[in-house]
């Protein structure tokens, strides 16, 4: 019974800390575009395009796949 309240108290401490914090989700840009483009696009700043390159693994930053995993934030 005690292990079980501290998960559910790790738990809820967990979550409330992490409500404020940028989340992983996947963007759709429709077509192959660079990183620069998709960036502006997402977040107005084409200077986090090395962001998205490489959180996404991406080879070369002119060619991006259609589908991204990027912050929301």
Avoid at 17 to 34: H, N, Q, S
Avoid at 44 to 68: M, Q, S, T, W, Y
Wanted: net charge negative; charged share 25%; glycine share 6%.
């Amino acid at each position: 019974f005690a292990l079980r309240q501290a998960a559910t108290a790790v738990a809820k401490d967990l979550s409330a800390r992490a409500e404020g914090v940028a989340r992983l989700t996947e963007y759709d840009a429709g077509a192959v575009f660079p990183a620069c483009v998709n960036a502006m696009e997402l977040y107005g700043d084409a200077g986090r395009a090395k962001e998205i390159v490489v959180r996404n693994g991406i080879e070369h930053p002119l060619f991006c796949p259609n589908v991204l995993k990027v912050a929301n934030d």
